[in-house]
C-alpha cells in the first residue's frame, strides 16, 4: 500500500470555507424564488385533544392570504413514515392533536407577518382527553390509547429487537459476578444546531421540489416520497449548504416540516418557505429519545463480560417513525463493550403525548451506552477490576468475530477496523491512567477542608453499523481533464465533500483544483444513504474511488486501443495519460484518446457491507464541590482511531466538539411541565449549553492504524463519527462518584440532584 499520498492526511482549504466566513454560502433560507410565499402553522394548545370544529373564514379573508389548509383538506393517505416501519399511524394533520405544538392550521400568505396576523383569526373547539407522558404512563394497564394502530400504545416493529445467541444461561451460571440494574436517559436533549429546519417547496405538475436544509438529501427523499404517498421519482430533492444537523436534518421518519411545505406549496400553488422558528425547532421538532432498560450483566474475575440480558423501552412521543432504527442501532453497542456471545435483547417503542423524539448524534448507541456501561461498572467495582482493565480485555482485535444485529441474514461478522485493544492501552497511557486511578469510591484530590474533592472516569463507545447501507457515485473525466464529481452526500458542516474531493483526487492523481463535485440534488445525482451513522468517509469514500477507478479503467481500454499501451502499463496523472515502464512517454486525453467536448464516467457503488467498526475512549477528571453541589471537568481526554487521517483540520475540529457528549452529564436538559409536557425553556437563552468560550481544557490522541495496511477502506481511512460524543455522560458520572462516593442514575447531573444524593448518603 502506498503510504505516500498527494492529498490524503494534507491541510487543504474547505470546500465552503471561504463562502461561509464571507458570508456568501447559500443557505436554504437565501433562496427567494418567483412567486414565493410563505408558510406559518397554528400549534395545538393542548397535548391530547379532538378537534370539534375549527372556522378559518376569517382568516382565508385577510388580504394576502393565499391558503388555509386544515385536516379536512388533506388526503388521508399522508401520514409521516419512512415507508418502512411501523405502521402508518401520524397524519400531518388530523382530527385529533397528540402534543403541544401540534399542526392545527396551515396559513400560507404574500408575507410572514400577515400570515401570523391570520394565525390569530382562526377560532378552534377542542374536546379535551387525557395524555400520557411517561413509557410507564402509556403502558399502565388503563392508559389512553394514542392510535387504534397501536394496541398498549406499543408501535409494532420490523427490525431485529428481539434476539438471543449463544446461551445466556450458561454464561450467567459460569459468571464470577451478576449485576442488574435498572437505568434509563430522560433529559431530552436538542439537538441544537444553530439554522432550524427551513424547506422551500414548489410543484410543477405532480412533482414537488425542495430545497431543503438535509443532511441526508437521498435518505430524504425517500421519506418525504412514502409520506406524501406519491412515486419516488416525483420528489426532487436539493440541499444547499446546511447549518448544522447533529442528526435533526437526517430527517429519518420525522420529515414533518418538509410535508407542511409541500402541502402549503400544493395549497397556494406558488412556491412557500416554511421555516421553523427557534421555539418551534426547540418545542415542536424533535428532540433525544427518552429510553430506560432493566440490564442483567455478568462477568468473569478476569474482566471479559460472559453474558448480557437487556430489555429495553424507548419513548417515541407523539410519532413512531426512526426510534425502532435507533434501538436497532443500539444492539450494536453490546458487541463493542461486552466481548461474549451470550446476549439477549427486547425492545420496544411506546408512543406518548409529546414532540416527537428523533435521529441525533450518536444515534441509538449513545443511549444504549449510557445505559449499559452502568451494569458494567457495577459488575467491575464488585470484582475491584479497575475499569480500563476490562475495556481492554473486551474491545475487539483485528478480525475478531462479534453479532451484528443489524445485518441479517448474515448476523455474524468479523471486525475489519482496526485493534480496539491497542487504541484502549494507548489512550490510558496518554491520560496516566494509572498513576491517577486509585480505586472505587476514591478520589485522586481532597481540600484541606474537605469541601472539595476530585475524582477520574473512564468509559468506552462505538458501534458496528458504519458500512449499513448503500453508497453510489459517478465520476466524469472530460477530454479537456477536468473531473466532476457527481455524490449526493450533503455538506453540514463535517467536511463531507471535502472528503469525497480529496478521494477523487488521490485516486486520479490530480490537482485538488481539477475536481469539482455536483450540487447535492437527488434529481442529478445518484442515490446515496447519505452522511450518517459515522460512514460518509468509508461509504462514500469508497463509491467515489470505485467510480474513479472505473473511469480510469474505461480511458486505459483507450489507450490501449487507440495508442498501442498495454491497459496493464497505463498510468495517470495530471490529466494525462503516461506508460508506467516509461513515465516520459505521456498522451494528453484530446486530442489522442478522445474529443475537446468527449468524456468518461465511471460509476461507483457500494453496498453496505459489514465488519465495520469504529470505537472511541474519553477520559475525564472533575471537581465536585460538595457545600454548593456543582462540579467542574479539570481535564478531559480522548482517543480515537481514524484508520488513515484524510482531512487533519476537520477532524482536529470533530475530536475537540466532545463537549456535546459531556454535557448531557453537565447542563443540556429539556424542560417539560409536569401537568402538559409542553417545553419550558425552548430558547438558546433558557436551555442551558457550554459556549466555545466555556470549553474545559482537553487533549486527544488519534492513531492510524491502517497506514501501511491493505483495507477495503478508501486508502485505509474509515473516519472518526460520532462515538466521541458517547462516552461523556457516563465518564463523568463515574468520576463525580469516585470523586464524593455517589451514584446518579438521572441526566443531567444538576446541584440539586447532587446535594440530595449526598445528603442521603450522610442519612440526612
Avoid at 163 to 186: L, N, P, T, W
Avoid at 301 to 324: H, P, V
Avoid at 496 to 519: G, Y
Wanted: hydrophobic share 40%; proline share 6%.
Amino acid at each position: 500500500m502506498n503510504n505516500e499520498f498527494r492529498h490524503i492526511g494534507k491541510e487543504s482549504h474547505r470546500l465552503l470555507g471561504e463562502q461561509i466566513v464571507t458570508g456568501r454560502a447559500k443557505y436554504t433560507g437565501d433562496f427567494k424564488l418567483p412567486g414565493m410565499q410563505y408558510g406559518k402553522i397554528l400549534r395545538s394548545p393542548h397535548p391530547f385533544a379532538r378537534i370539534i370544529s375549527i372556522d378559518v373564514e376569517a382568516a382565508k379573508k385577510l388580504p394576502g392570504v393565499t391558503a388555509v389548509v386544515t385536516w379536512k383538506d388533506v388526503d388521508r393517505n399522508i401520514y409521516i413514515t419512512n415507508g418502512f416501519t411501523p405502521p402508518k399511524h401520524y397524519h400531518i394533520m388530523d382530527e385529533y392533536v397528540r402534543y403541544i405544538g401540534d399542526a392545527v392550521a396551515l396559513v400560507v400568505a404574500v408575507t410572514e407577518d400577515i400570515a401570523m396576523e391570520a394565525l390569530e383569526l382562526i377560532k378552534v373547539e377542542y374536546e379535551v382527553l387525557k395524555p400520557v407522558f411517561t413509557i410507564d404512563e402509556a403502558l399502565a394497564p388503563d392508559a389512553p390509547q394514542l392510535y387504534p394502530e397501536f394496541p398498549g400504545n406499543i408501535a409494532p416493529h420490523k427490525n431485529n429487537l428481539n434476539f438471543e445467541v449463544g446461551d445466556i444461561e450458561k454464561g450467567f451460571a459460569e459468571s464470577d459476578v451478576v449485576v442488574e440494574v435498572d437505568a434509563a436517559m430522560d433529559n431530552g436533549q436538542n439537538p441544537l444546531p444553530v439554522e432550524a429546519p427551513i424547506i422551500i417547496a414548489s410543484w410543477e405538475g405532480e412533482t414537488v421540489t425542495l430545497i431543503a436544509s438535509a443532511a441526508a438529501p437521498a435518505y430524504c427523499h425517500q421519506n418525504v416520497a412514502s409520506s406524501l404517498d406519491i412515486p419516488y421519482e416525483c420528489v426532487r430533492l436539493i440541499a444547499p449548504a446546511v447549518g448544522g444537523s447533529f442528526g435533526s436534518k437526517l430527517y429519518s421518519g420525522n420529515v414533518q416540516v418538509l410535508v407542511y411545505a409541500a402541502i402549503m406549496a400544493k395549497a397556494a400553488r406558488c412556491p412557500v418557505l416554511y421555516g421553523y422558528t427557534k421555539e418551534e425547532h426547540f418545542a415542536a421538532h424533535q428532540n433525544r429519545m427518552s429510553t430506560k432498560a432493566h440490564i442483567k450483566f455478568g462477568m468473569k474475575k478476569d474482566g471479559l463480560a460472559s453474558a448480557i440480558e437487556m430489555r429495553q423501552y424507548a419513548d417515541a412521543g407523539c410519532c413512531a417513525s426512526t426510534q425502532e432504527f435507533m434501538l436497532a442501532v443500539g444492539t450494536n453497542t453490546l458487541p463493542i463493550l461486552c466481548k461474549t456471545d451470550n446476549k439477549k435483547f427486547d425492545a420496544d417503542v411506546v408512543v406518548t403525548n409529546h414532540i416527537p423524539s428523533g435521529s441525533f448524534r450518536g444515534y441509538g448507541y449513545m443511549e444504549s451506552t449510557a445505559l449499559l456501561t452502568q451494569a458494567i461498572f457495577e459488575a467491575c467495582e464488585k470484582l475491584d477490576i479497575d475499569p480500563v482493565t476490562y475495556f481492554e480485555k473486551n474491545a475487539m482485535k483485528l478480525g475478531e468475530r462479534y453479532h451484528n444485529a443489524m445485518a441479517g441474514p448474515h448476523f455474524w461478522q468479523n471486525n475489519m477496523a482496526a485493534d480496539w485493544s491497542n487504541l484502549v492501552t494507548e489512550t490510558a497511557k496518554a491520560f496516566h491512567w494509572s498513576e491517577r486511578w486509585k480505586g472505587w469510591g476514591v478520589p485522586t484530590w481532597v481540600s484541606a477542608d474537605g469541601k472539595r474533592a476530585r475524582g477520574v472516569g473512564v468509559a468506552a463507545a462505538g458501534h458496528s453499523d458504519t458500512g449499513g447501507k448503500p453508497s453510489n457515485a459517478n465520476v466524469t473525466i472530460t477530454g479537456l481533464g477536468a473531473v466532476y464529481v457527481s455524490t449526493c452526500m450533503a455538506e453540514f458542516g463535517a467536511g463531507t465533500r471535502d472528503i469525497q474531493l480529496k478521494v477523487a483526487a488521490e485516486t486520479l492523481n490530480v490537482p485538488l483544483d481539477a475536481v469539482r463535485l455536483s450540487p447535492s440534488d437527488t434529481g442529478v445525482t445518484p442515490p446515496d444513504f447519505g452522511s450518517t451513522g459515522s460512514r460518509s468517509t468509508y461509504c462514500g469514500g469508497i463509491a467515489v474511488k470505485r467510480a474513479c477507478e472505473d473511469a480510469l479503467d474505461k480511458i486505459f481500454t483507450l489507450a490501449e486501443e487507440k495508442i498501442g499501451i498495454p491497459k496493464d502499463d497505463c498510468g495517470f496523472r495530471d490529466g494525462y495519460v503516461y506508460r508506467l515502464s516509461n513515465p516520459e512517454e505521456k498522451y494528453t486525453l484530446f486530442p489522442r484518446l478522445m474529443g475537446k467536448v468527449d468524456s468518461v464516467t465511471g460509476c461507483g457503488h457500494f453496498d453496505g457491507v459489514h465488519n465495520s467498526t469504529i470505537y472511541h475512549l474519553q477520559f475525564v477528571e472533575v471537581e465536585v464541590d460538595k457545600e454548593m453541589g456543582t462540579f467542574k471537568i479539570i481535564d478531559h481526554f480522548g482517543g480515537s482511531d481514524a484508520g488513515v487521517i484524510v482531512n487533519p483540520l476537520p477532524l482536529r475540529n470533530q475530536v475537540q466538539s466532545f463537549f456535546a457528549g459531556v454535557d448531557i452529564a453537565c447542563m443540556e436538559e429539556t424542560v417539560w411541565d409536569p401537568n402538559d409536557y409542553r417545553v419550558l425553556n425552548p430558547s438558546n437563552i433558557d436551555y442551558k449549553v457550554r459556549t466555545f468560550n466555556d470549553v474545559v481544557p482537553h487533549d486527544h490522541i488519534i492513531l492510524e492504524s491502517n497506514k501501511g495496511r491493505d483495507t477495503e477502506y478508501p486508502f485505509g481511512a474509515f473516519g472518526v463519527g460520532e462515538p466521541l460524543l458517547a462516552p461523556g455522560g457516563p465518564a463523568i458520572r463515574l468520576a463525580i462518584y469516585n470523586a464524593c462516593g455517589i451514584k446518579l442514575n438521572s441526566y443531567p447531573f444538576t446541584p440539586a440532584k447532587i446535594l440530595a444524593a449526598l445528603k442521603e448518603k450522610e442519612g440526612k
